[in-house]
């Protein structure tokens, strides 16, 4: 008996894997200090619990319609669409269980095998796991550093487009380097989008995750709504990454098709949990600006920590809960053989726990920098002052 060819090209999200050898090392006594997973250690807010739990005892426990709950799908087209200053009828809106099945539905309804999808790299890694997954060919876009963070290097982009090339995933308010786009940069992929007449897929998980500025979806664009879809999700913005639900905000004809996936896939996103999503949107905001406020103090310190360091470098990100400092010349001070080596020894040296820019997308040619990655959602203020201060020493005593 064999497996199915195509999972030859299945990949994963390793974050989970770093997530494993941090709790392997836990349970043998160390302390750890995570910062490899962008979950979020601050619970849901109690009345969005009170509301699931009401829809539980409220009988909201069977079947539902596949697409989500009409009354789910209303308070979504309002809400993202008065964030974004559009307008969106709820028939766009398909209900997931999360904002990461938008990613897999989206391809199978856009590109057949053998098509090119443009990716951002480093990028979430199910990108590239889904592309090439489902036969498609990913087409990798890279960043480039600049004196303000990162910039997308559009004339590459542009050298990867081929006649087959059919969507462009774009992830403004970027995970894992918490990149921005300027103005000029979103306007410059539209233009690419409406051009080549691509698909845009807007993965739009962090939108209202910002401290500073304010963010604009790219479907807003002259000639984009028609052909967006945007990634909404509830994980990070309401701290709901465990509850899973999300939606899809799509062009009609996409969201039938997104729609009929649902029926064959879940049948439906659970049930109750729609029913106090329509809480976490129209209750009080409160505890999203708290919960900013929290990361907000956190992402500070961090950098602070992160810059004393020698031989890492970071730009104080405007949003996200990530931050993604260039750390070449730490990784040769200790000794570490590549980056990988490094998180490995981090982890048993200090108990550090951080991903590497090797977790999102495989490394491009011509890349000579080494880059991790630290979540700071899932780790209280005090340990990160503990954890990146013992980290602080130990490369600087190296
Ligand atoms: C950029 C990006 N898109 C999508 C997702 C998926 O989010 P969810 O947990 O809602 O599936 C994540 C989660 O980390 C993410 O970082």
């Excluded at 050898?21 to 009170?50: C, M, Q, R």
């Excluded at 995750?209 to 664009?221: F, H, K, P, Q, V």
């Excluded at 509830?234 to 465990?242: I, N, P, R, V, Y």
């Excluded at 020698?310 to 990530?322: C, E, K, N």
């Amino acid at each position: 008996m064999a497996l199915a060819q195509r999972l030859s090209r299945l990949g994963t999200e390793t974050a989970f894997a770093v997530a494993l050898a941090a709790a392997d090392w836990k349970s043998k006594g160390n302390e750890v200090y995570p910062f490899h997973l962008g979950d979020i250690n601050i619970p849901t807010a109690a009345h969005i619990i009170e509301a699931m739990n009401a829809a539980i005892q409220d009988g909201k426990t069977g079947y539902c319609p596949g697409a989500g709950i009409p009354e789910l799908r209303a308070a979504l087209a309002r809400d993202i669409g008065s964030r974004r200053d559009m307008t969106f009828d709820p028939a766009q809106v398909v209900v997931t269980t999360g904002g990461k099945p938008v990613i897999t539905k989206f391809l199978q309804a856009v590109m057949d095998p053998g098509k090119g999808v443009l990716y951002p790299n480093p990028g979430f890694p199910i990108y590239e796991s889904q592309i090439e997954y489902f036969g498609g060919n990913a087409q990798a876009y890279r960043y480039v550093p600049t004196d303000n963070g990162f910039a997308i290097d559009l004339d590459h982009l542009r050298a990867q487009i081929t006649d087959d090339t059919v969507a462009i995933i774009y992830n403004d308010l970027q995970n894992p380097i918490s990149a921005e786009s300027t103005p000029a940069e979103q306007e410059a992929i539209a233009q690419i989008a409406l051009e080549h007449d691509l698909w845009v897929l807007s993965d739009e998980a962090y939108f209202e995750m910002r401290y500073e500025g304010s963010s604009r979806s790219i479907a807003t664009l002259p000639g984009m709504a028609e052909r967006t879809t945007i990634l909404y999700t509830f994980s990070k913005k309401f701290a709901m990454t465990g509850s899973r639900l999300g939606c899809a905000v799509a062009p009609p004809e996409i969201a039938k098709v997104l729609s009929t996936m649902n029926t064959n896939d879940e049948s439906c996103t659970t049930h109750y949990v729609q029913w106090a999503g329509i809480t976490a949107l129209e209750g009080t905001q409160q505890p999203v600006a708290d919960m900013l406020e929290t990361l907000r103090e956190r992402r500070d310190i961090a950098c602070e920590l992160v810059n004393a360091t020698p031989g890492l470098r970071v730009d104080v990100p405007r949003s996200t809960f990530y931050i993604f400092p260039d750390a070449t010349e730490a990784v040769q001070r200790v000794g570490a053989r590549d980056v990988s080596h490094f998180a490995e020894m981090a982890l048993h040296e200090t108990g550090v726990s951080f991903c590497t820019r090797r977790h999102f997308g495989r490394p491009q040619p011509g890349e000579d920098r080494e880059y991790i990655r630290l979540a700071y959602s899932g780790i209280n203020a005090d340990d990160i002052t503990e954890g990146l201060t013992t980290f602080q020493s130990w490369v600087a005593s190296a």
